[in-house]
């Protein structure tokens, strides 16, 4: 494998600004349809230039640095695309100075593919060499400062609270132990605990608003496409969120979305078919999730429950490897985003019956889903009865 690094000429507000501000460097992080870029360099200059997006931290008084989210526009978005049609890897960050962007990735050819040398034919070699697969995270030499950096003590302490599983749903491990495990008095673990997590946690919530809430210009969901189909098995609409060609969402409704004026997607055309002969397995549609690590296990658990088969939360429990954690893998499931397609409506209480169903038409939609499947796959286990729900 290669590690190529070229200097190239990309169009954009960071590109002029960055002609403007030769003293400012830029540093580009991609994180989903966001980059977080930090800008050193003259305090000024720097109060300016990060006026492009909210901030995630500075420029403090006295400070020449900020970092801000950033929504990368159509000609930075289509860099990352041609890198990756070319079957190669970014390797982060970016990085802007004098209106010339630095930009890395690691590929299998000696070289970048001749339509991505077309289109950028002023880009200019800064590095080739040879990288073995034992090695590739020696390349990513280029220190970060986003999140922000923790003191020695509260990255210990941080680090052994998610070690020890008190983060994990439900926790697993209180301040006692760990502070005792570190050789410090529980309040004082308590105390850099709570200063990491406010640290951490203000740093992030800029990355929170932006992902749950629509920007002015729409930014926030524009790169995700959405369809919808009704079902007249469930007497239901059923609505797909895609990102680029991943599935981030399946919801079950009786009203008709808004905004879904988007022609039908293969997917959707998958999921109703199998919605109308419960003989389709889902497994290989991609998706993508955004969901705490507890509840990634439990749906990659359930996803792997075979059309006309069920099994108990508590089932799912041992199989993920928390043991009496039932309850817990009922929540889990219950916030399932991709119901359907991650068949939450498999899982069903011990006690008996199906349970309940937090997508649309409740318990009597989860009926219908495993009878369908039942009648399409023949001799697979029926459904037991109970309380705790989907």
């Not at 299998?108 to 070699?125: E, M, V, Y």
């Not at 060609?245 to 008709?256: F, K, M, N, Q």
């Not at 959707?268 to 002969?277: G, K, Q, V």
Request: aromatic share 6%.
């Amino acid at each position: 494998m290669y590690l190529l690094g070229y200097d190239l000429e990309l169009p954009g507000p960071i590109d002029r600004l960055s002609s403007r501000h030769p003293s400012v460097s830029w540093a580009a992080h991609p994180l989903g349809p966001r980059w977080v870029i930090r800008c050193t360099g003259p305090a000024e200059a720097v109060r300016e230039v990060a006026a492009l997006g909210p901030s995630v931290g500075g420029p403090a008084p006295g400070t020449s640095s900020a970092s801000f989210l950033y929504t990368p526009r159509p000609t930075e978005r289509a860099l990352l695309r041609e890198i990756g049609d070319a079957g190669a890897t970014l390797v982060p960050p970016l990085v802007w100075s004098e209106g010339r962007l630095g930009v890395r990735f690691v590929t299998r050819a000696g070289g970048p593919p001749t339509a991505w040398r077309a289109r950028h034919p002023d880009a200019r070699l800064l590095v080739k060499r040879r990288v073995e697969p034992g090695a590739l995270f020696d390349v990513l030499d280029r220190p970060t400062e986003w999140p922000p950096a923790l003191t020695p003590r509260q990255a210990e302490v941080l680090l052994g609270a998610v070690e020890a599983g008190y983060y994990e749903l439900p926790r697993r491990a209180s301040v006692g132990p760990i502070a005792q495990r570190l050789g410090i008095a529980r309040s004082t673990a308590e105390e850099h605990l709570r200063a990491a997590e406010s640290t951490l946690i203000r740093a992030i919530a800029p990355l929170v608003a932006a992902r749950h809430r629509r920007s002015e210009d729409g930014a926030g969901e524009a790169d995700l496409e959405y369809y919808a189909r009704f079902s007249a098995e469930l007497d239901l609409y059923v609505q797909l969120a895609l990102r680029d060609e991943e599935i981030t969402e399946v919801r079950l409704s009786r009203s008709r979305p808004r905004g879904t004026g988007a022609p039908s997607h293969p997917y959707l055309r998958r999921i109703l078919r199998h919605l109308a002969t419960g003989s389709d397995d889902l497994r290989d549609l991609p998706v993508a999730l955004d969901v705490p690590p507890f509840s990634r296990k439990v749906l990659d658990e359930v996803r792997r429950i075979p059309p006309g088969s069920t099994r108990t939360y508590g089932e799912i429990a041992e199989l993920i490897g928390e043991a009496g954690a039932a309850r817990a893998v009922g929540n889990a499931v219950a916030s399932n985003p991709a119901v359907v397609v991650i068949p939450c409506h498999r899982v069903v209480p011990a006690a008996g019956g199906v349970g309940q169903y937090s997508a649309g038409g409740g318990p009597e939609t989860k009926r219908r889903l495993l009878e369908k499947e039942r009648a399409g796959a023949p001799g697979h286990a029926r459904p037991r009865s109970g309380r705790t729900g989907g």
